[in-house]
């Protein structure tokens, strides 16, 4: 399993290592990235297609998936709410509307249907030719080369992310209270608790943390997984403007690794500007957190 650390931390690494300054280019890797999360997505519900009695592994999919977010949930939400205690409520003027929540919840409906989508075309391939675990780690070694050159051109110094104690704040509470999370969910479930750790390590970014731990733990647990970032990302938009005001840490955290994109414009919207660099820098360290952290754990084993 380290090895498989280094396959995939490799070209995240390897993307981070090459500057950009053309626009034009950049905007073909953001368009790119996008097409790609579909193709894992797809991939991997081919992949859930090849399980033997699919039907009678849904229960656990969702039962995993639904403790883990209660778990994970609360512990993040306890923690930030903390550091909220700590730190006080934002101050500034809202920001434009951007995005309509509908908008965002519909993305999120068209990412499950990409599942769905898979799942039925995997019902007439034959697992014996077609191979799509192979397939998966390509496009998912592709996809972290291409968001590590995001990563590098985002505009995102080391000086401005240790000169932001608040977002990095954020970012460690989220880390460590979503272990606990993790540990707790494992322990209800009854799995190993290095399987808690890692599924408690995605921090939203649902692509990811679907396909790593599928190839490491099989579709059922990767699908449950994906579920559980997902279902992260969707609770985390209706919470947001309500937290906002009086919580804005829970706000900003509880995005995970999305608050630098999927989540970004709601939380402009509901806090301002002012938030912008918060969220950018936490979900920055998230993200480069999160393949991290999910291969490491794996590799602890049962």
């Known amino acids: 399993m380290y090895s498989g650390l280094l396959i995939v931390l490799l070209p995240l690494a390897l993307g981070y290592c090459i500057p950009c300054r053309s626009q034009s280019i950049l905007h073909v890797i953001n368009v790119s990235v996008a097409r790609m999360v579909y193709l894992i997505l797809f991939l991997m519900g081919i992949s ?3 399980v033997d009695n699919l039907s009678a592994h849904l229960g656990t999919i969702f039962t995993v998936c639904l403790t883990f977010l209660a778990c994970i949930t609360l512990a993040n939400l306890a923690g930030l709410w903390l550091l909220d205690v700590r730190r006080g409520r934002v101050s500034g003027e809202r920001g434009a509307p951007v995005i309509s929540k509908w908008s965002l919840l519909l993305d999120s409906i068209k990412l499950c249907l990409v599942i769905l989508a898979g799942v039925l075309l995997g019902q007439f391939l034959d697992p014996e030719w077609f191979a799509v675990d192979a397939l998966s780690e390509w496009a998912l070694m592709l996809l972290l080369l291409l968001i590590g050159i995001q990563l590098r051109n985002s505009g995102m110094k080391l ?3 240790l000169l932001n104690p608040w977002g990095l704040a954020i970012a460690l509470v989220v880390m460590v209270s979503s272990w606990g999370g993790g540990l707790a969910g ?7 608790l290095s399987h808690g ?3 408690s390590s995605g921090y939203g970014w649902y692509s990811l943390s679907g396909i790593l731990i599928s190839d490491q733990l099989g579709p059922v647990m ?3 997984a994906f579920l559980n970032d997902l279902a992260r990302e969707l609770v985390a938009i209706m919470l947001i403007p309500a937290l906002m005001r009086r919580h804005p840490s829970c706000a900003i ?3 995970g690794a999305t608050a630098m994109d999927f989540t970004l414009p709601v939380l402009q ?3 301002g500007v002012a938030i912008v660099p918060l969220a950018i820098v936490s979900g920055f360290i998230l993200s480069l957190a999160a393949p991290v952290f999910i291969l490491a754990f794996l590799s602890l084993g049962g």
């Open 48 to 50: 859930l297609a090849f």
């Open 159 to 161: 000086r401005q992310i």
């Open 186 to 192: 494992a322990w209800l479930l009854n799995m190993p």
């Open 197 to 199: 750790l890692a599924f």
């Open 222 to 224: 990767g699908s449950a």
């Open 253 to 255: 955290g509880y995005g």
């Open 269 to 271: 919207r509901s806090g």
